[in-house]
């Protein structure tokens, strides 16, 4: 029994809060591959190539150089600057230096958006399938999580009526993630603009618009920011992104905020009592990827792309198996219903759900996935394809055969 009154109560903000399932079967997976494990693993929402060069150099430099003390909380100057380069030049956003703070992370940008922003008891919308810790930070933050659905057959896209139809005197932020982690799905301009229209209408709402997957999308499509909208939204949202994904640098922890004066101050206060400044090393690192990635994100794009033609293609080929287009990241999030209910005569463990379909493919096919439940999704699984085309040939080949036994056993 835990005990809640003496020595070892915790706070109820952790109690029942779980670890991040993407990062728990990340690790899972990796912890088996370390024993010797024959694994293939499509659960890491991570590049799989090579931090982009000028970054590593620049690093290197920096430490030789010494560069390695404190720096100023929300980062240093010449990076605030380049962000805010990059989000005038590719976003049409015109944010100052001084409105841009650099985090630990875009995952601690999140957090420390919502630190800012709400209040116990204020309502943080978030569309589903959502990305793991948007709810749970919500709750950190005190603020109650509303769920605003989206459907398959609608391609996962988050539709304004859905959002208007779950406002409230209490709604405070709505969290918009577009391409979508784990869905791909990227928010068309028009349904942009109809949910900016909305967001227009409730003054107490603000915006929280992760953006991280923004360089990775496909077929041609481009993902509009959405304080680019109008001066108006520009002045309720705070724009979230980083280097982890465009860049392949994900160890390294770089992520940034950009919002305006009256939200940049607080939360640039937020850092210096938290976690003072991301890295310096890595805010060297960061600089030189604005300064020179583009034409190593260009071919990972490229790469992501094919991958993500041939993944779809070998889902769609699997019975009771279906997959909507992700139009960006690198994720797709087939749904697996259909072979629920399966593999009951091999030994009378029926595959109910995605949670133990995703168990099962771990330990007797060797295949790493997310399941659906951790993203508001049961019946869905989630495949990263940041991953070599062999290792994507052998992850479906090994779908493939355990499905077709669970098929077998009836
Ligand atoms: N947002 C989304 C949707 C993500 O998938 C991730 C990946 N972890 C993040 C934010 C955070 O990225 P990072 O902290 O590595 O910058
Ligand atoms: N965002 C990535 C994913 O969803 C990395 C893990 C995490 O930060 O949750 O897999």
Known sequence: MTDTSGSSRLSLRVRGLAPSPTMAMDSRAKALKAQGRDLVNLTAGEPDFPTVRAAATAAVEAIREGFTRYTEAAGIRPLREAIAAKLARDNGLSYRPEEVAVTPGAKFALYAAMQVLCDPGDEVLVPAPYWVSYPEQAKLAGAVPVVVPTAESDGFVVRAAEIAARLTPRSRLLVLNSPSNPTGAVIPPDELERIGEVVLRHPRLWVLSDEIYERLAYDG??????????????????????????????????????????????????????????????????????????????????????????????????????????????????????????????????????????????????????????????????????????????????????????????
């Open 221 to 410: 499509t481009r993902p509009r920011s959405f304080a680019a909208l109008s001066p108006e939204l520009w002045a309720r949202t705070v724009t979230i992104n980083g280097f982890s994904k465009a860049y392949a640098m994900t160890g390294w922890r770089v992520g940034y905020t950009a919002a305006p004066d009256p939200v940049a101050r607080p939360l640039a206060n937020f850092l210096s009592q938290t976690t003072s400044n991301a890295t310096s090393v890595a805010q060297s690192a960061a600089l030189a990827a604005l300064g020179g990635g583009e034409p190593e994100v260009a071919a990972m794009v490229a790469e992501f792309g094919r991958r993500r033609d041939y993944v779809l293609e070998r889902l769609r080929a699997l019975p009771g198996v279906r997959c909507t287009t992700p139009g960006g990241a690198f994720y797709v999030f087939p749904n697996m219903r259909g072979v629920l209910g399966q593999g009951a005569a091999a030994d009378g463990k029926v595959v109910a759900d995605t949670e133990s379909l995703a168990l099962r493919l771990l330990e007797e096919a060797g295949l790493a996935t997310v399941p659906g439940e951790g993203f508001g999704a049961p019946g869905f699984i989630r495949l990263s394809y940041a991953a070599s085309m062999e290792t994507l040939a052998e992850g479906c080949n090994r779908l493939a055969h355990f499905l077709e036994g669970l098929r077998r056993a009836g």
